[in-house]
């Protein structure tokens, strides 16, 4: 099946930093990634939408200048929490849709998400 | 926003014993997929069900969809040790349209 990676699978920083995480379709091209927080025992909230090549689609109640997202290329969208704050400790999960696949098959395939620990 | 509902929200069985876990949403839907989730690790697809499908079945796992209710169910027979995770629907309205996940149903199954 296909394979999403992210990268760093965890990451501790002090608070006011900014920390990035990597999303990668590893075996095929992905036009759209969507960004998810979950946090422990809950649900995944979707934050984001990712389009390659163009502004990213954020979902109501999250900030845009606060989550920078960035859809480079067709394998690899990047979500970057700036000015971290202990409140944005959570696990973080992208997944990616195949560009080849049909509409009426809407399969996402997820990362293995990212811990976030803001300090 | 999130409109799917499964309960219960945690269920505890032994080895061997059936484990069924339902899902509740609240709009039309194109597609419901059901996903598992061990603790701390991303989402593994389970199975997916369109919604002119009534029932199917992947190994050991049988969903069944009503669409008049607006309800699905995920039965995983014979259950394993291994099989302990939170169990997630997901619903989408077609098209490229989002998935919507539901609050989750964590199963604990005993040896």
């Known amino acids: 099946g296909a394979v999403v990676s992210q990268h760093p699978s965890w990451v501790i920083c002090k608070s006011g930093t900014s920390v990035k995480i990597e999303c990668r379709s590893l075996?095929?091209?992905?036009?759209?990634m969507f960004w998810y927080r979950q946090f422990p025992k809950q649900s995944l909230m979707l934050m984001a939408t990712?389009?390659?090549?163009?502004?990213?689609?954020?979902e109501q109640g999250v900030e845009k200048d606060k989550f920078l997202i960035n859809h480079a290329s067709l394998t690899l969208s990047t979500l970057t929490v700036t000015s971290a704050h202990p409140e944005d400790s959570s696990f973080y999960i992208c997944s990616a849709r195949d560009l080849l696949a049909g509409t009426s098959y809407n399969e996402q395939f997820f990362g293995p998400g990212t811990r976030l620990t803001v300090l | 926003s999130q409109q799917g509902e499964e309960d219960p929200q945690a269920l505890s069985i032994q080895e061997g014993e059936n484990a069924t876990m339902n899902c509740s949403y609240k709009t039309s839907i194109n597609n419901l997929q059901w996903y598992r989730q061990n603790s701390g690790r991303g989402l593994v697809h389970l199975i997916l069900i369109r919604s002119n499908e009534r029932e199917k079945h992947s190994g050991r796992l049988r969903v069944t969809l009503d669409t008049s209710k607006k309800s699905s169910s995920l039965l995983i027979t014979a259950s394993r040790a291994a099989d302990t995770a939170s169990y997630f629907c997901a619903t989408d309205a077609g098209g490229y349209s989002t998935l919507t996940f539901g609050k989750g149903t964590m199963l604990l199954v005993s040896p």
């Open positions: 075996d095929f091209q992905a036009t759209t």
């Open positions: 990712s389009n390659e090549g163009s502004k990213a689609t954020y």
